[in-house]
């Protein structure tokens, strides 16, 4: 198979999802470089500069989706990656924290370049080959989250945070080029009509929810890093590279969770695979609150995030061959929200609390979703298999 065409979105994706990575996990020790206020003034601007993005493109996300949907989705992909390259540019020339959160804040007015993509992997007229491209796009940018991390820490602590930044706004702006001018036209959108029964609101709402609540436990991760890491016996040196090797792993984790997705699905119902994996999930994040050492730590999350990884794909696989751009952007915001409500939640406990009780608030988010999977339509019983 040449990379050529349609082919070239999955690449795209991987190196926006590898910018955007590249440039997080170092985001919140730049942030202490430059802060002026006190240590818990500066957690509180962790959580909100990490999250003001997401935040926003969860209202933003359902509204491109919307118009995308009737319009052009490759000349919004293509805009969009542009803006957001430029935007990350002025990350690295931001001064203060205020004028780093602005930053952030126009990155989520933007919206998410994934719903573009996600819209156009579905203009086929046959259901095998859009399963085949949306799962190419989710495989792409699950990889592009796995290297990321480890390789925008190292470019962070040798070649300085701003210039980590200008490299990935140097690589939105290539994936922009990247789509312009490989991908070809996109058709236009079936009509409503044409489509085999359309998602109803409530099962669009369950997988929402389920997203939100399964990603709230991936996402927590990087902003309390330059925290939790010193109680773990992490010397302050190395809290950079031992928090982009925990990030890094979580990647691998969830990157073989995304793969083994489809075979899970096999062994049982959907509705019973997705409560397990969201309660295997909560057990096993409550567990961090139990141990000492940085080691053990990185293998409870490996875990934990190999049970919880599955349940984007699975869930919105199902329900993506009968939703509008509309619908696919509310979920896929729900997913993006969850980069806002981890950090700020994991940043706002920890100034409330100790990190055992996040832990155990963490784990309580995921097991509130799992009524969510009785919803018919939602996710798959037994007799949809």
């Not at 989705?73 to 001064?95: D, H, I, N, R, S």
């Not at 949306?134 to 990321?148: D, L, N, P």
Request: hydrophobic share 55%.
């Amino acid at each position: 198979m040449t990379l050529r065409g349609l082919h070239l979105l999955p690449v795209a994706m991987f190196f926006g999802t590898f910018a955007w990575s590249f440039v997080y996990v170092s985001l919140p020790f730049h942030i202490q470089t430059i802060s002026t206020v006190d240590a818990g003034a500066t957690l509180r601007w962790t959580g909100w500069i990490l999250g003001i993005s997401p935040l926003v493109t969860v209202v933003t996300a359902p509204i491109w989706g919307h118009y995308a949907e009737r319009g052009n989705p490759k000349a919004m992909y293509v805009t969009v990656e542009m803006l957001q390259g430029l935007t990350f540019f002025g990350m690295a020339l931001a001064q203060t924290l205020s004028e780093l959160f602005l930053a952030r804040l126009v990155l989520g007015i933007m919206g998410g370049a994934s719903t573009f993509a996600f819209i156009m992997a579905g203009r086929e007229t046959e259901t095998t080959a859009v399963r085949r491209r949306v799962a190419a796009v989710q495989s792409a940018m699950t990889v592009g989250q796995v290297i990321g991390p480890l390789a925008g820490a190292i470019a962070a602590a040798q070649l300085g945070f701003r210039t980590s930044f200008m490299l990935g706004g140097l690589i939105l702006l290539g994936c922009s080029g990247l789509v312009r001018w490989g991908v070809p036209p996109v058709p236009p959108a079936p009509r409503q009509r044409d489509r085999e029964g359309a998602a109803r609101p409530r099962d669009v709402a369950a997988v929402a929810l389920i997203v939100l609540g399964g990603n709230v436990q991936v996402f927590f991760l990087t902003a309390i890093l330059p925290v939790v890491l010193p109680d773990l016996g992490v010397a302050p040196a190395r809290t950079l590279e031992i928090g982009g090797m925990l990030i890094f792993a979580s990647g691998v984790a969830a990157a073989l969770g995304a793969l083994a997705a489809p075979r899970l699905g096999e062994w049982m119902s959907e509705r019973m695979l997705i409560v397990t994996l969201l309660a295997a999930s909560s057990v096993l994040v409550a567990g961090l609150a139990s141990v000492a050492s940085v080691w053990l730590y990185g293998v409870l999350r490996f875990l934990q995030v190999l049970c919880v990884a599955p349940v984007f794909p699975i869930v919105v696989a199902r329900i993506a061959q009968r939703a509008g751009g509309q619908a696919i952007g509310f979920i896929n915001s729900a997913r993006i929200g969850a980069a806002f409500v981890g950090p700020v939640v994991a940043t706002t406990a920890l100034t409330w609390d100790s990190p055992a009780a996040l832990y155990l608030l963490l784990a309580a988010i995921g097991l509130v979703c799992l009524p969510a999977t009785a919803v018919r339509g939602a996710v798959a019983g037994p007799r949809a298999l």
